[in-house]
């Protein structure tokens, strides 16, 4: 009896998947560890928070480095997730020839709602894995910024985040790449549906 197998792909397979047309321009999805994986439909919370911090990230880091927002970073592991958003270091193409890497990265976020489980147990150890200083998750079912930074791995060959802090929405958090930048969480969490 055999026992069906996954086709796990590399960056450059994926890649070239892409330029064939294997995929739809309107397709989600993101390579996480060779793998193809289908991105969660966004629910209007995630939205709204999306622009509200694209608002927020453009003003405050002005020239200083380069926002991407649902753009890939390439790690290694042959992942090239898309996060919601990434603070990278400024290039002088603007990442034409290739998407940015681990050295490149300051800060990830991803905004959370249905995918809260997958961003803190799949995304988490993959940036951790990849060396990326800090990643902040924007948890929206509890109301919170998880801050998390000092990635490691464990004598069991686990990677994850030392510390891991939160932020509650009528906080102000500074931004761990420039700590002179600081904005007020409330301008970002959407407001609480009546009733809630």
């Known amino acids: 009896m055999s026992i069906a197998q996954v086709k796990r792909f590399t960056l450059d397979e994926y890649h070239r998947l892409g330029e064939l047309g294997f995929f739809h321009e309107d397709d989600r999805i993101e390579l996480i560890k060779g793998e193809i994986i289908q991105m969660a439909a966004k629910g209007t919370a995630h939205e709204v928070c999306i622009s509200k911090l694209l608002r927020e990230l453009i003003v405050l880091l002005g020239d200083r480095a380069t926002l991407r927002c649902q753009s890939p970073i390439i790690l290694p592991n042959d992942s090239e997730p898309e996060p919601d958003f990434a603070i990278v270091q400024n290039s002088p193409d603007d990442y034409l020839l290739a998407h940015p890497q681990p050295g490149n990265v300051l800060l990830v976020i991803e905004i959370s709602d249905s995918t809260l489980n997958y961003d803190q147990n799949v995304k988490l150890p993959l940036y951790a894995e990849a ?39 009528n906080q102000l958090v500074t931004l761990p790449c420039f700590p002179d930048l600081s904005f007020d969480l409330a301008r970002v969490f959407p407001p609480k549906p009546d009733g809630a």
């Not at 998750?137 to 802090?165: C, M, T, V, W």
């Open 131 to 169: 060396g990326i200083s800090d990643y902040w998750i924007f948890n929206l079912f509890d109301r919170q910024l998880e801050a998390y930074s000092e990635p490691y791995q464990s004598s069991q060959g686990k990677y994850g985040y030392k510390n891991k802090r939160i932020i509650l929405p």
